[in-house]
């Protein structure tokens, strides 16, 4: 069985404080699609953003709390595997506004900042269905409830 005061203290910790980091990033980016008139910045902001998006889900999917989620609690194995499709469209949708902007700046700049706030509307509710599922699981193993 798991360790469980690591996966609520040290997994929580972390997965709090690389969602703040997140969150920075997707307001910076968001600043700059608002006042910007150059693809460039948006370039070098998607990709940074994108790199530690690529990083936070490894780590969730690798050895991280999705993969401890489903040791204490099994019966959220398809919820995680939906959390990790997720991940995988996330930065899908990523590469493809890095594309827009590469191949067609001044149509991308043009739709860039609707396809942003989508994009940061789907990732803040993946966000918290993945903090739902946790917590979830925590509950459910610690027997909150009973």
């Known amino acids: ?11 929580v910790t972390k997965l709090l ?3 703040a980091l997140l969150h920075d990033l997707l307001e910076e980016a968001d600043r700059i699609t608002a006042e910007g008139d150059s693809a460039e910045p948006l370039v070098l902001g998607l990709n940074e ?3 530690m998006m690529h990083d936070q889900f490894a780590k969730e999917e690798c050895g991280g709390y999705l993969q401890e989620t489903i040791s204490i609690a099994p019966r959220y194995s398809s919820e995680c595997e939906q959390l990790r499709l997720d991940h995988r469209l996330l930065l899908s949708d990523i590469d493809a506004m890095l594309d827009d902007l590469h ?3 001044t149509e991308a700049l043009a739709t860039f900042h609707v396809r942003f706030r989508d994009f940061t509307t ?5 966000e918290h269905h993945e903090n739902a599922v946790v917590q979830k699981a925590l509950e459910d193993d610690i027997g909150v409830g009973d």
Request: proline fraction near 8%; hydrophobic fraction near 30%; avoid cysteine.
């Open 103 to 105: 191949h067609s700046p």
């Open 49 to 51: 953003l994108r790199d």
């Open 122 to 126: 789907r990732y803040l509710n993946h």
């Open 1 to 11: 069985m798991p360790d469980l005061q690591r996966l609520t203290d040290a997994a």
């Open 17 to 19: 404080t690389e969602h």
